[in-house]
């Protein structure tokens, strides 16, 4: 059990310590102090107990099982956050990564990053708009479904706003850029669904302060038990099991560990799914919801238009009908 004491369990040491010195108490100082008792007991007894009664008085299975479980905690916690900020990951992904820009009378390529205000852009059919901007020349229809929901590409002529990581479908256009960099409509919805996931609920809030006054009141717990056994005549072995007892039970702490949890997959969820939650606090106010309202039909579409009927009103049937749609869209740039 000392590699798993001192191996895996130096983060807990590490953490106990900075706690320590900044004269606060956390769930580092309960594991490290815990098992540490636990641990050090058991050495201890290894060389002062009757080799055939040793076995009573051992408990580093206790260490290293809590040490363990704690740290599996950690992973999946570490786990969640992973697959949390795949849905950031996902919006990031949306960014163009280029922008061409027209510069001393010359079209050149140049990272997003690198767009000024102001700037004029070009964007040509299929490209990703780089960056928010206005059109000031040309016009085409434009993809939003990543950002409105809705299915059917957009009109836009000169005047009219586009904003960065929609697709151009059709014409080619200028535009002069507005918005940059962490300024984008999109660099805000990151923004948010990283805040969201940093944030904390009410009910975190109640678990950082009690695991405050927690740890203190443990720790004068288990010294009373101490000294109720050792005075009560039951010996020095027995109200050192009983101490630690106390000290090892009360290591794991569930809320320390879940609630965070709770909050980086639930919003992470919401993210891979469209749904940007706006924190901690709503996500817990969630379950009070019994009604959702959308604002308009385009919210809940698929991000593209499906036939739905067929209807023949001469010779033709619905197959032929479709046959003959098909042969004329496939070489049509228009959305239906």
Request: net charge neutral.
């Amino acid at each position: 059990s000392a590699p798993v004491q001192f191996g895996i369990g130096y983060r807990y040491y590490r953490g106990a310590y900075h706690n320590l010195k900044n004269g606060t108490a956390n769930m580092d100082v309960l594991v490290a102090m815990g098992t540490s008792a636990a641990f050090f007991y058991s050495l201890y007894n290894v060389f002062t107990q009757p080799a055939e009664m040793i076995h009573n008085y051992l408990y580093f299975e206790a260490s290293a099982v809590i040490i363990t479980l704690i740290t599996f905690g950690k992973y999946l916690e570490a786990l969640a956050k992973g697959r949390t900020s795949e849905a950031i990951k996902k919006l990031m992904g949306l960014q163009a990564k280029t922008a061409r820009v027209i510069r001393e009378g010359r079209e050149i390529d140049v990272p997003i990053e690198e767009v000024g205000i102001g700037e004029l852009v070009v964007v040509r059919p299929g490209e990703k708009v780089p960056v928010d901007g206005k059109i000031v020349e040309g016009n085409s229809s434009l993809d939003e479904s990543m950002l409105t929901g809705e299915s059917l590409p957009v009109d836009k002529k000169a005047g009219d706003l586009v904003y960065g990581a929609t697709i151009n479908r059709f014409g080619v256009f200028k535009l002069e850029a507005t918005r940059v960099g962490k300024d984008t409509v999109l660099a805000q919805i990151i923004k948010m669904v990283e805040d969201a996931q940093g944030s904390k609920a009410p009910i975190q809030k109640i678990a950082d302060q009690v695991a405050g006054v927690f740890v203190p009141v443990v720790l004068v717990i288990a010294i009373i038990t101490f000294l109720g056994w050792f005075l009560g005549g039951a010996g020095v072995n027995k109200a050192l099991i009983s101490a630690v007892a106390v000290l090892v039970i009360a290591c794991p702490c569930a809320l320390g560990l879940a609630t965070p949890t709770a909050i980086m997959v639930g919003t992470g969820k919401g993210a891979e799914n469209g749904i940007l939650i706006k924190g901690g606090e709503h996500l817990e106010t969630a379950y009070k919801l019994n009604t959702v309202v959308l604002d308009k039909t385009g919210t809940i579409t698929k991000g593209r238009p499906e036939v739905t009927d067929i209807i023949s009103t001469g010779q033709l049937d619905e197959g032929k009908i479709l046959q003959l749609a098909a042969r004329a869209e496939k070489s049509s740039e228009h959305p239906l």
